[in-house]
């Protein structure tokens, strides 16, 4: 009897783990290991040469090399520079996002002439860091992937305007197929759901102009035409896409962008009878090298993801169409859920365009404070641009750190790989600093960066209207 009863704490504590395993609390503290020194040796950017992203076709599916834009870099950027313009570029990105959001939440009906920084392109492009190779006609673009744009466009001669651009520009002249869009036609009245505004037309043979302004003062504007598009041995007639005449940004030497948004004239949407609204993209590192893959088509068994896809159905929202939309139910900290009344309030955005995580203000503060309790002992740094909580690492050869999961309606989760936890500003490590941010106002819209999806298959399923994800370390061989 005695013995039983010397037993009965023991036995009471092995009851007490089983209730906390089974109500999916987890009270211990997860971590990750930080390579330091070996993040500090691949980040390097600038190459010796360039090789265009190549695309295959298997199992009936397409599949896009994806590339860090900075891959084809002509000269080797000054670390700390290109970093801190990053970000404050990335800065002006999502503000500029915000405020045509609050816009077109606040009035259904808003004037052309009014919209100047169009719902699909509040975007700086300095931002978007991942390049595919596409056919139009027989040339070959090299463009930058967009989920937040809608119209795909590239620089077209005869060009009165345009940035340099690191291959050759797009020529209609020498296309047999290509073909100019009037004015006076169904497509050219859809122009204004996809760029936000479209001019009055001359007659009724004029072209179609579409004019696309960024949240940095860049644009591009032309006319709409038709062409073949291909990649991977597939090819789709009839596409439409924009003719730029007159460019400028800092667009980075490519050809222009792909617009992968949910509108009529979207890539998905104009190739929806090929690959059924269907794409998928795993976002690769900055490392020298390093690729990942832009996938069309429903075909899963191409991926090589390690953990199983989970889905979550997409937010409906009528004045926000265009956008990916999911609900984000909860976050986990190193296994410490997270407590903030913000959760599956109006929903986080999902976008290939933005950099850095931006979360509500107390969701950021309870993520922070968790985030230090966790990764203690480690001397401070600086804040960084948008970034507040820096460390300095210099001599630590690895560290290990909180895990950060993102948790979404109908139990699918987003498991932050270790690359886009931390942002090293400093190459000798003494400023690193967590990459995530937050935003201004409790009522913006929280939005999950390409940073945070490093690693991950991301599946878009727009028939469906749901989102999948997979971990998986990105690689297009």
Not at 336 to 345: C, D, I, R, T
Request: aromatic share 10%; glycine share 10%; proline share 3%.
């Amino acid at each position: 009897m005695a013995k039983a009863t010397a037993l009965l704490p023991f036995f009471l504590s092995l009851f007490s783990l089983y209730l906390i395993i089974a109500n999916g609390v987890r009270s211990f503290e997860e971590k990750k290991m930080f390579n330091v020194q070996m993040l500090q040796r691949k980040q390097q950017l600038g190459t010796l040469g360039c090789l265009l992203p190549e695309s295959r076709r298997e199992k009936g599916a397409i599949i896009l090399e994806m590339k860090d834009r900075g891959y084809c870099s002509e000269k080797k950027i000054h670390w700390n520079r290109r970093l801190q313009k990053q970000l404050i570029l990335d800065d002006l990105h999502v503000c500029s996002m915000q405020n045509r959001i609050r816009k077109m939440v606040s009035s259904h009906s808003v004037e052309a002439s009014q919209i100047q920084i169009p719902l699909a392109s509040g975007i700086n492009l300095q931002t978007l860091n991942y390049i595919v190779t596409m056919g139009l006609g027989n040339q070959n673009m090299t463009v930058i992937i967009d989920t937040g744009s809608d119209l795909t466009w590239v620089q077209c001669e005869p060009c009165m305007s345009c940035y340099n651009q690191q291959g050759p520009v797009f020529k209609p002249s020498t296309s047999s197929s290509y073909n100019s869009i009037l004015c006076n036609s169904s497509t050219c009245q859809s122009l204004q759901s996809a760029t936000g505004n479209t001019g009055p037309c001359a007659s009724n043979q004029s072209a179609c102009n579409y004019a696309v302004n960024y949240g940095d003062g860049s644009y591009t504007n032309g006319e709409l035409g038709v062409e073949h598009l291909s990649f991977g041995g597939i090819s789709v007639s009839s596409f439409v896409f924009g003719c730029g005449r007159n460019n400028k940004g800092l667009f980075g030497g490519v050809s222009g962008l792909m617009g992968l948004g949910r509108s009529y004239l979207s890539l998905i949407s104009q190739t929806n009878d090929t690959f059924g609204g269907v794409f998928s993209y795993c976002l690769p590192t900055i490392e020298a090298g390093s690729s990942g893959s832009l996938v069309m088509g429903n075909e899963s068994s191409v991926f090589k993801n390690f953990t199983p896809i989970a889905y979550t159905s997409m937010v409906p929202n009528p004045q926000l169409s265009n956008f990916y939309i999911l609900n984000l139910t909860g976050i986990d900290v190193g296994g410490v859920a997270l407590e903030a009344p913000s959760f599956g309030n109006g929903g986080i955005l999902i976008d290939s365009g933005t950099v850095i995580t931006r979360l509500a203000p107390s969701i950021y503060k309870a993520l922070k404070a968790e985030f230090l309790k966790q990764f203690s002992g480690f001397p401070s740094a600086p804040g960084f641009s948008i970034l507040d909580t820096c460390f300095n690492l210099t001599g630590y050869q690895e560290v290990s750190i909180p895990t950060i999961s993102m948790y979404f309606e109908d139990n699918a989760e987003l498991n932050v790989d270790v690359a886009g936890i931390f942002y090293i500003v400093k190459e000798d490590a003494s400023q690193v600093c967590l990459a995530l941010a937050s935003l201004s106002d409790e009522d913006d819209i929280a939005i999950i960066g390409n940073y945070q999806q490093r690693n991950q298959r991301v599946i878009y399923d727009i028939k469906q209207s749901k989102v999948g994800f997979a971990g998986e370390s990105c690689s297009f061989t």
